[in-house]
């Protein structure tokens, strides 16, 4: 067993403090969730729920950046199409 240490004027055993720092820090990590919202009962299932969420839109951000660069591909295409068919059909006599 560890000895009790006194320091300032204090004598307190290694497992009271344990003890109360461990209560110290429940104490302040209950309070920070209750003040962002999530000290209640359903705090798993709004935590799950955001993480569907920012899942979501991460999915969804990737696929507009997917489709806007295959509509730009196509309209490049389509205009060198276009030039190439007026060249040859009309503008090239």
Known sequence: MVQPKKQWGLLISQEQLDASLYAAA???????????GLGDENAGADVKEFRELLSN??????????TVVKWVTVAVIGAIMTSMAILHYGGGK
């Open 26 to 36: 429940k104490g302040g990590a209950e309070e920070a969730l209750r003040r962002i």
């Open 57 to 66: 839109w991460r999915l969804a951000k990737k696929t507009v950046f997917v």
